[in-house]
């Protein structure tokens, strides 16, 4: 099912935002600021779910498990979660 919403979203949505990048500065640094970003990102997303693709269940359960504690750590410690933007 996400393999197939991958082929299908996420896949056409990276391929463009790389070809507005190609063309270069279009005068709206915070436009392409944000494109930029927003590639960075999925691009992330994609390839961690690629290595989770490749583990085996139990693994899979394993961490995602590991990872709902992960986030409750973070709320409780904001200071430690280093993607969270601090005012």
Known sequence: MVA????????????????????????DPYAEARISELREMIEMMTQFHDEMNRLETERLVQLMTMGRKLGGLLD??????PFKKVK
């Open 4 to 27: 197939e919403r991958r082929k299908r979203e996420v896949d056409p949505t990276l391929t463009k935002l790389r070809e507005i990048e190609l063309t270069g500065p279009q005068g």
């Open 76 to 81: 409780k410690a904001p200071r430690f979660n």
